[in-house]
């Protein structure tokens, strides 16, 4: 009983702890039709359909996809920036427009005293001409080039990439704790099923008593103890039913699933054959496949583009391309709306140039460009040192899996004869208590023992298969390949 309430509560405190990841759907969204009719669902649907609904991984996709479009769009850094602008402004004061003009007249005949066609002289004027309205435009383009802009496409490349193992992690993790779930579902369908058997088998006991009491075989006491030890068992029933409903309604949930979805988990074959085992391969095998350390060497490879990127950046020339125009028009807005050509003047400009610029700021050692450089160059490092504890823990890890699974398989190998000795320990004083041999206190005890023997068994089953999930996640192997339920 004390192992199947440990099960009962751990398996809780993880549906509670996973179901914050999982999505709900709608009860008319019509998700789930052949669950909602009550059929079966393989560990490879409920794997699909955690998959589909989780909303950790549907964040992770969508942040992906953000990456792979930046990865894909990378080139538009050889894309000129352009700029348009316009203005209209009106000067605060007038100009002053001033030059010579002739001071005298020309007459076509003769004056007075006889000559023809007299200048008297010029003089200086100047003019107030009213405040102007000028409309400026300006259209320009620019391009920066430097090497650290083909580092950056690498750069980003990398960083699609990271984020693919990030989500392929993260769906891992999804899977191995959704099979673990079902089988831990499956372990406390099977101890209902054998306390259902204890059930069954009390009812029989009972029938024998009261047939030895009416035959005068024996006491009342030996009724009421049947009848009691029968009554017994019900609460433990209707505690683990109850149990296994809360469950099942969270782990739906989890799936994505209405909780009140009627549907039932197709039983699996537990007697998987035992694997051997070699540590050093399985440490190498992890050390190339798992995505944890995957993960973290792509970490790597990402700092490591980004040193140079930024290197590039601070110790590489930058060649600016620039064009531009700015044609405008100055005159009387409101005198002139139509901008006659005597009125409205126009004036453009323009220049197209190369620049090649060279910051000097990276030589010097207490600079902040060379500051940012060491604190990447210790990034690197504090990432490597990751990677070095990252595979000394999945050392241990596996050295863990493989310890509790040769446990598991010495167990199951005594236990097996365990089961056999306690069945026919428990059929022999099942009928020693028929013919009057034995007391129901020592079919109580038998009958104790078996279930204790078979639920051991049955749970060590678990525990090896568990085990295999845990070590196909560690080692990087695809699910199924270990346990054969793929």
């Known amino acids: 009983m004390s192992l199947l309430l440990q099960l009962a509560f751990l398996q809780t405190a993880f549906l509670q702890t996973a179901f914050v990841f999982g999505q709900e759907a709608p009860p008319d969204s019509g998700a789930s039709p052949a669950a909602a009719s009550g059929k079966q669902i393989s560990l490879e649907e409920a794997t699909a359909l955690a998959v589909k609904n989780n909303l950790n991984l549907q964040s992770s996709s969508v942040n992906l996809d953000t990456k792979k479009r930046k990865q894909d769009t990378a080139w538009n850094v050889f894309i000129p920036s352009v700029d348009l602008r316009g203005t209209l402004g009106r000067q605060n004061t007038g100009t002053t427009a001033s030059g010579f003009a002739p001071s005298g007249y020309f007459t076509p005949g003769k004056n007075q005293n006889g000559d023809t066609g007299v200048v008297l002289g010029v003089a200086p004027y100047s003019m107030e001409i009213d405040p102007m309205w000028i409309i400026q435009g300006n259209l320009s383009l620019s391009l920066q080039l430097n090497v650290s802009v083909?580092?950056?496409?690498?750069?980003?490349?990398?960083?699609?990439?990271?984020?693919?193992?990030?989500?392929?992690?993260?769906?891992?993790?999804?899977?191995?704790?959704?099979?673990?779930?079902?089988?831990?579902?499956?372990?406390?369908?099977?101890?209902?099923?054998?306390?259902?058997?204890?059930?069954?088998?009390?009812?029989?006991?009972?029938?024998?008593?009261?047939?030895?009491?009416?035959?005068?075989?024996?006491?009342?006491?030996?009724?009421?103890?049947?009848?009691?030890?029968?009554?017994?068992?019900?609460?433990?029933?209707?505690?683990?039913?109850?149990?296994y409903r809360m469950l099942l309604a969270n782990f739906a949930m989890y799936l994505g699933m209405p909780y009140d979805t009627a549907f039932e988990l197709e039983p699996l074959d537990i007697s998987v054959d035992f694997i051997d085992i070699d540590i050093k391969n399985l440490v190498n095998q992890a050390a190339n496949n798992k995505l944890d350390i995957l993960e973290i060497k792509q970490q790597i490879r990402l700092l490591e583009s980004t040193r140079k990127k930024t290197f590039y950046q601070i110790y590489t020339p930058t060649l600016s391309l620039s064009w531009n125009m700015d044609p405008t028009w100055h005159g009387d807005l409101f005198d002139?709306?139509?901008?006659?050509?005597?009125?409205?003047?126009?004036?453009?400009?323009?220049?197209?140039?190369?620049?090649?610029?060279?910051?000097?700021?990276?030589?010097?050692?207490?600079?902040?460009?060379?500051?940012?450089?060491?604190?990447?160059?210790?990034?690197?490092?504090?990432?490597?040192?990751?990677?070095?504890?990252?595979?000394?823990?999945?050392?241990?890890?596996?050295?863990?899996?493989?310890?509790?699974?040769?446990?598991?398989?010495?167990?199951?190998?005594?236990?097996?004869?365990?089961?056999?000795?306690?069945?026919?320990?428990?059929?022999?004083?099942?009928?020693?208590?028929?013919?009057?041999?034995?007391?129901?206190?020592?079919?109580?005890?038998?009958?104790?023992?078996?279930?204790?023997?078979?639920?051991?068994?049955?749970?060590?089953?678990?525990?090896?298969?568990?085990?295999?999930?845990?070590?196909?996640?560690?080692?990087?192997?695809?699910?199924?390949?270990?346990?054969?339920?793929?």
């Open 336 to 486: 002139n709306p139509k901008f006659e050509s005597n009125i409205w003047k126009a004036q453009s400009s323009g220049m197209f140039s190369f620049t090649l610029a060279f910051r000097l700021n990276g030589f010097l050692p207490w600079g902040a460009e060379k500051q940012g450089l060491m604190d990447i160059d210790n990034g690197v490092k504090t990432a490597n040192i990751g990677l070095a504890q990252a595979i000394q823990g999945t050392e241990m890890e596996i050295y863990n899996i493989v310890l509790s699974l040769r446990k598991a398989q010495a167990s199951i190998e005594a236990l097996q004869k365990t089961v056999d000795l306690a069945e026919r320990s428990y059929r022999a004083t099942e009928q020693a208590y028929g013919a009057g041999l034995q007391s129901l206190l020592d079919v109580q005890n038998a009958r104790d023992q078996l279930n204790q023997a078979r639920l051991g068994l049955l749970a060590q089953h678990y525990t090896y298969i568990l085990g295999l999930i845990d070590l196909e996640y560690a080692t990087g192997v695809p699910f199924g390949t270990l346990t054969g339920n793929e």
């Open 150 to 243: 083909f580092e950056g496409m690498k750069n980003t490349r990398l960083d699609y990439e990271s984020g693919l193992l990030t989500y392929a992690k993260a769906k891992a993790q999804l899977e191995r704790d959704v099979r673990k779930a079902y089988y831990n579902l499956l372990l406390l369908q099977e101890n209902i099923t054998l306390k259902r058997e204890g059930y069954a088998a009390a009812e029989r006991q009972e029938a024998t008593a009261r047939a030895n009491y009416r035959a005068g075989l024996a006491p009342e006491l030996s009724l009421l103890q049947a009848q009691v030890a029968k009554e017994n068992l019900k609460p433990e029933i209707d505690e683990l039913e109850n149990n």
